[in-house]
């Protein structure tokens, strides 16, 4: 085998390693049904049980891939010792650092785009808005790029950004693809408008 297909081999097998684990969030969360309380994207999102839960759910799925990454991880092992060696090296390497990456929070890493704290935050000011005026008499919280805030006197709420939640992409693929994976569903902020929101991602 030439030096050249090895390296092709190699990042072939990365490439793979890198796509399957987050298959759960990359994929799974943007068909039809898991969307229908969600505006289209990359528009604000009112606060609701629904937004509570998908923020559970994206968070259920991120720990879902440490299951997921045993499938290329094992691909990898078993390529190296009865396969393509560097096919498997690319796998293992890349699947190795997935979980480092994963696992580095329990030893004060960042946190995940999703949290427990973070819905809970959400739903409170939810609550807050329906028993009380919160900003204003029709208090209307809505999540958008870089917080939270009023959609009706448009007050800062919280200054919270928006991992991605889920939801379809339209017209940008590859490169909305592409930006989503680099991000591992972490926010993207951009400049806010001169309204003081930016709906950009």
């Not at 490439?15 to 399957?20: G, P, R």
Request: proline share 7%; aromatic share 14%; with cysteine.
């Amino acid at each position: 085998m030439s030096f050249i297909a090895s390296i092709g081999y190699f990042f072939f097998g990365v490439a793979i390693a890198v796509l399957v684990p987050r298959f759960p969030f990359l994929l799974m969360t943007r068909t039809k049904g898991f969307n229908t309380h969600f505006p289209p994207h990359p528009e604000a999102v009112s606060l609701s049980p629904y937004l509570t839960q998908r923020i559970l759910h994206m968070r259920m799925f991120y720990w879902l891939s440490l299951v997921v990454v045993l499938l290329p991880l094992g691909l990898g092992i078993a390529s190296i010792r009865w396969g393509n060696a560097a096919f498997g090296f690319g796998l293992w390497v890349s699947s190795g650092w997935f979980v480092l990456n994963r696992l580095q929070y329990f030893v004060g890493g960042q946190p995940p785009p999703w949290t427990k704290e973070m819905a809970v935050e959400l739903q409170i000011l939810a609550d807050e808005a329906e028993r009380s005026s919160l900003c204003c008499n029709w208090a209307s919280p809505h999540w958008g790029v870089t917080g939270i805030y009023c959609a009706n006197c448009n007050k800062l709420l919280s200054n919270m950004p928006r991992p991605d939640l889920g939801r379809k992409r339209h017209g940008r693929w590859p490169m909305g693809f592409l930006r989503l994976l680099l991000s591992d569903g972490y926010p993207m902020l951009t400049f806010a408008s001169q309204d003081g929101h930016s709906e950009e991602e």
